[in-house]
């Protein structure tokens, strides 16, 4: 689906070598291509992902301040036509090896992945392509961090969890610098997503086993969207939710479900008014009847 501003309104992965152990890599900035206003100036120093989404959140990077980040993995790309032909919102993760870092959502071998959505990114060189996989640098635009409290607050109906935000690199420039990466998914159930604060937002998870859905009711059936026992919603931001042969998930016309449960669905976390998980195509679920 379209980038859309709504999101904004509230609001890499690499193995081995490539985690936290090599040195970071600084982006160049290139006159007018990241912003007009980066000729000529200090190359800054490049963070690791990791850094923007420490448990602490006193100790992350200045919100609105310029992003550089180095040797993270494109895990979805928003390739739905924008209306003026902005590039849609890609997805980045990194994986952290270092056993005291206790941010982002954890593997079950320890490592901890790190994830974050990029809204409105431009690539580099202009019209160039990404693909899932690709590991790229990103720099330029601004980091925002959207606390998602006031979406709980009366008359509003009470969150199920506290602690929520949605981060988010804005307006950045997207540089390919290798590729062939397989993103890490991180298993995962409903529960462990929603008792998990903001950890698990922006990256790619796999919720594992069979999920009971619940027929879609006011603002989740206007916005498209299907409730998973537990409290997660299966939203169309990266494509149509149907099955593998092009049936709809629900029927809105008829108001019912075609299909009662999804298994192993996989996609990436994120918050609007609640947690939201998005699908990447119909090949990241099996739905059943």
Known sequence: MASTRIL??????????????TPLDTLARRCGEIDQNS?????????????YRQADIASRPRVGGRVAVSNVVVTAIDSHLEPRGETGDIWVQEVVNDPMFNGCAPM??????CGVQLFAPSTIPTGSTLLVGDIVSVGGGSY???NCTPCCAPPRPPCTFTDRTLPEFSRTGVERIGTGIEPVIVPATVQQIIEGGDRYVGVLVRITGEVMLETPTGGDANRGEIRMVGGLNLAPQLGPLQDRTGRPLYDAALRRLNFTRVRNVTGIVSYFF?????????????ALP
């Not at 904004?8 to 152990?21: D, E, I, Q, R």
């Not at 000529?40 to 990791?50: I, Q, S, V």
């Not at 079950?108 to 992945?113: K, Y």
């Open 8 to 21: 904004l309104a509230l609001a890499p992965v690499l193995v081995g070598a490539l985690s936290c152990s």
């Open 39 to 51: 000729c000529n100036m200090p190359t800054p120093r490049g963070e690791r992902l990791a850094t």
């Open 108 to 113: 079950p071998d320890g490592r901890r992945v």
């Open 144 to 146: 925002d961090e959207f």
């Open 274 to 286: 609640g947690p939201k998980f998005f699908p990447r195509s119909p090949e990241d679920f099996e």
